[in-house]
């Protein structure tokens, strides 16, 4: 089967999450707390579920959380370059800038999961736990160059930081889930999934930014850095460094992801653009739908 096949019922859940925030009238604070159970219960669950289950070598994951962070270093030079290309005022640069490297852990675990089961889950898992502190500490330091405000403080209170790093205790002390426990997680694993998916499509937002031409040619530039130069250089550096099989398939699947709504969130709590951060997200999601089964196949190819 192709991996746009596999894919569809995925982006088919993100479709129906947009159809149902608009079609039926459960309100801002429903969707609030889906997305809340989800981040703070279910994808935890999912990960610690998952890490539990698969036998980890951490030496042989090296490259792959190299490459990871290579692909992300390759999106924030890219990212860089929006400032004087498009001649954005500063704050507007620091909001979007976060765009070209932040990553969609809810669609990203969820496709890990069709692509390569629950060793891809695990896998992406640590992916996670290392890129989501340089994601955020980076991003807050271009929104705040006078400080880190409030970011170790979001770090510590990370929920899919902590279950990485509780899975993987708990793995490498060879702890074995007892049957109702491991029912219990997999309950909650199963119900992430949809979940996760139903919210991400609530969250899209596609507001004109035709009447902001400069900040649109930004917004189109980052789209493009985040759909296809950082998976091109996840491929590249991946491929350099021996990877092959889940660990390429886990490190392209990664640096394919659109940006994460995380990225809206912060740019509005620091008094950046959330509108533009809101359109490239929306637009990167929507996109996806075409790029990640396409970068997902040339390395099952």
């Avoid at 890129?131 to 899919?160: C, D, I, K, Q, Y």
Wanted: charged share 10%; hydrophobic share 60%.
């Amino acid at each position: 089967m192709s991996t746009a096949l596999l894919l569809l019922p995925d982006f088919v859940l993100i479709l129906l999450g947009f159809a149902l925030r608009r079609w039926m009238s459960l309100g801002d604070h429903f969707w609030a707390g889906v997305e809340k159970l989800v981040y703070f219960i279910l994808f935890p669950a999912l990960l610690i579920n998952a890490i539990l289950k698969t036998r980890l070598d951490l030496a042989a994951a090296a490259p792959l959380l190299a490459t990871a962070l290579g692909a992300m270093a390759a999106g924030m030079a890219l990212a860089w370059l929006a400032r004087p290309l498009f001649g954005l005022r500063p704050m507007v640069f620091a909001s979007i800038f976060q765009c070209g490297y932040r990553f969609n852990s809810y669609i990203g675990l969820a496709a890990a999961g069709l692509l390569f089961g629950t060793p891809g889950i695990a896998a992406l898992g640590l992916v996670i736990g290392l890129a989501v502190p340089v994601a955020n500490l980076s991003s807050v330091w271009m929104l705040a160059r006078h400080g880190e405000t409030g970011v170790w403080r979001e770090l510590l209170r990370n929920p899919l930081i902590w279950a990485t790093l509780v899975g993987l205790a708990l793995n490498l002390a060879g702890f074995e889930a007892p049957r109702p426990l491991a029912t219990f997680l997999g309950r909650l694993a199963d119900a992430s999934i949809a979940l996760g998916l139903l919210a991400v499509g609530a969250a899209l937002r596609l507001q004109g930014q035709a009447d902001r031409p400069g900040i649109l040619g930004a917004s189109l530039y980052l789209s493009a850095v985040k759909l296809a130069a950082v998976p091109l250089a996840a491929l590249l550096i991946g491929r350099g460094l021996g990877l092959d099989g889940l660990y390429l398939g886990v490190a392209v699947l990664f640096a394919a992801l659109p940006t994460a709504s995380s990225a809206y969130i912060l740019a509005m709590r620091m008094g950046g653009d959330g509108r533009a951060v809101a359109w490239i997200i929306s637009a990167t999601t929507l996109a996806s739908m075409l790029t990640l089964p396409l970068w997902t196949g040339v390395v099952a190819g």
